[in-house]
């Protein structure tokens, strides 16, 4: 799919026309739906495509969804239908992932916390194992002692290239919790003699970072492991290491619509960087998962108030800190786009006037933004939060037990009819109840 489509498709007009409809199906409604996500099927389709093409056709990849980012077993299972596989990082993500029907050998399991029972599980299933620290291989070891696997086992590495904007975002760090470091003290010659030792460990996986870093210093990450793989295979004069997982990570522009930086540019820089990546030696493993959902999703919420206070504008929505958690805790790193919507959904026009959008937890700081240009919100108004289609909505904070609100997938048809499926009903006080001990 082109950029200027994908762009296209993440337009005001596209997003005006959901709400609208939205609010015409009653999927936001001012006293039964105050707040809902939505993800547009059709863009996350046309995403999913630009990956495929982004990777030649000459080298085998199987790009693994990254569920952290959006793990509704609904989403799950269309990305599996759009011929992804799915990476897990939990025993939840990882029942998510048989839940929406991928095979195991579809399915990636990272974590830098696996049980012994969870390792069991993955290797009788054959669910492919990143191991991501000397004491798990050890105990790998014991659990192949007593059975054979078809999982294909590989060691997650720290490049250590270096922290990106968001430290927090930072997984390759010189001291980052994540994987062997091949550069610390010993540990290349040691990872040598590991592969050597064990036939069966088969493949490399790094993960450098995600938001906030730049492709150079990913694909730096890249070139670091595909050298490591090179090196085993030499020192052990046979080819062991066949397959490199090269984790997720591509960022994602919160700025505006343009799709800045696409899977074909993350793809010319690994080729710069890592030519050997696609040399057809190495079978690939991806694990995207912001860049595939991020922008094909926003979250709606209506203003239930609106008030001055010190002379500031503040308007009291639905949206807080239970659906844009990090924004609201770290809004110099996560600051998202609002649009302003009248109570139909159409958008809203007029004078911007600078106002602070807020949630309704009862903390100060739950602020979705501050002294924001809009036109002038008022009750009843709807407002939109951009760009929410991946670690928003699907991940909900469950601060003053505010419910989880429903995600609705949209596609439109040619002439401009929106479908609706429901993706996670919205939760209901009984089931917050049956959470809580009620
Ligand atoms: C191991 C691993 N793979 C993939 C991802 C997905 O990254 P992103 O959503 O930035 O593509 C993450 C994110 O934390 C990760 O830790």
Redesign the pocket.
Known sequence: MANHQLTALHSPERRELILRAAVRDGLLDPENAQLAGFLDLDAVAATVDSLHRAFPGSVEVLHAF?A??NSLVPVLARLRDLGMGC?V?SPGEFAQALAAGFQPAQIVF?SPAKTRRELAQALELGVAVNVDNWQELARIDELLTTRPTRSRIGVRVNPQTGAGAIGAMS?ATATSKFGIAPADDGNTERLVEAFRDRPWLTWLHC?VG??GCPLDLMAQGVAATVALARKINSELGRRQVVGLDI????PVNFADDLATSGYQEYVERLRAHAPDLFSGEFQLVT?????VLAKNGFTAAYVEYTKTSGGRAIAITFAGVQVATRTVFAPDSWPIRVTAHDATGAAKHGEAVEQDVAGPACFAGDLVAEARPLPMLEPGDLVALLDTG?YYTSTPFSYNSLLEPAVHGATVAADGTVRFATLRRAQTVADLLGRTGG
């Open positions: 990254a952290k980012a990476e990082a990272d997984t993960h995600s938001q984790g997720g990570g591509l694990e995207f998962g912001r860049s991946a």
